[in-house]
């Protein structure tokens, strides 16, 4: 199965960029999207971002929008998430996930890394 493994977390201050990465291994097949997805404190997991590994087709929640900017790497097996302007409200634990292209459900998702936006 495929596994997944964020890093790129850390503490920034409001109005700074962070850029997270998401290494992938095992089966990666082009028919496959990866997403990014953010829990905070009390809140149920939200969508963050997505891109499918073959293709232009990057995807963003509007809470995001003009803000962060998903990209791969084809080559390293890697999916970043660039985040500028960072807002407090940005403050979660990042997971990467990926699922069949076909599908709306993710069945692989990494361990999270956990980002801190200070005021």
């Known amino acids: 199965q495929v596994q997944l493994v964020e890093s790129g977390g850390g503490l920034v201050q409001a109005g700074g960029s962070l850029r997270l990465s998401c290494a992938a291994s095992g089966r990666t097949f082009s028919g496959y999207t990866m997403g990014w997805f953010r829990q905070a404190p009390g809140k149920e997991r939200e969508f963050v971002a997505s891109?499918?590994?073959?293709?232009?087709?990057?995807y963003y929640a509007d809470s995001v929008k003009g803000r962060f900017t998903i990209s791969r790497d084809n080559a390293k097996n890697t999916v970043y998430l660039q985040m500028n302007s960072l807002k407090p409200e940005d403050t979660a634990v990042y997971y990467c996930?990926?699922?069949?292209?076909?599908?709306?459900?993710?069945?692989?998702w990494g361990q999270g890394t956990q980002v801190t936006v200070s005021s």
């Open positions: 891109i499918r590994w073959s293709g232009d087709n990057p």
């Open positions: 996930a990926s699922r069949p292209s076909s599908s709306t459900y993710y069945p692989y």
